[in-house]
């Protein structure tokens, strides 16, 4: 039986208290990363419940779970070297193409300064537990395989959560259950169907 966003969320929720998941324990050595892959069509109700989800885990572990939101990362990225005007010019003047991959460029995805990769080391605490949200929202600027392998180094001592609108199967990733990403094979898909 199939079961819904909603009873996986709630799945989830359990998932995160058992103490393996914590401790990474029965990985075979494998950084704790994890991918919450979900109907792309329930976005609103995995956006609701998230900060739920936040709250109740660290009431009851009694530990901190940080969520970075991909394109909050992105737009604070642009906002504060005062590029929003200058994106908006470029993509009226050259269209969206061309915005799109001076995008790419100025964070300099993927590579040994990636700007969210570098935002996100600064900013998380190795004791807490990391939620990566807005990855629908960010797309096609940030692409999740990517942005995984950069942070494999990074986050080391606890465990990950990717949020993932599409499909997370046999190490293949679908955003938006249409837009086939590269294979990607260090996650563990936390709750099956």
Do not use: C
Request: without cysteine; aromatic residues 12%; hydrophobic residues 40%.
């Amino acid at each position: 039986m199939v079961q819904t966003t909603a009873q996986r969320l709630n799945m989830l929720q359990d998932k995160l208290l058992a103490a393996q998941f914590v401790h990474g324990t029965g990985l075979g050595n494998e950084v704790g990363f994890y991918i919450f892959d979900y109907a792309p069509q329930d976005e609103l109700l995995v956006r609701a419940r998230i900060p739920e989800i936040q709250q109740y885990t660290e009431k009851q572990l009694q530990i901190k779970v940080q969520n970075f939101d991909l394109f909050t990362i992105v737009l604070q990225f642009f906002e504060a070297r005062g590029y929003m005007e200058k994106n908006f010019q470029m993509e009226a003047k050259r269209g969206s193409a061309i915005l799109f991959e001076r995008m790419q460029k100025a964070l300099k995805l993927a590579t040994n300064r990636d700007e969210l990769v570098g935002y996100i080391a600064a900013h998380y605490d190795p004791n807490a537990l990391i939620f990566l949200t807005g990855v629908g929202k960010a797309y096609p600027i940030v692409r999740s395989h990517n942005l995984l392998n950069s942070l494999q180094p990074v986050i080391t001592q606890m465990p990950l959560v990717l949020f993932y609108p599409g499909t997370y199967s046999y190490n293949k990733l679908k955003l938006f259950d249409e837009l086939s990403d590269d294979h990607y094979y260090r996650a563990f898909r936390i709750v099956g169907d």
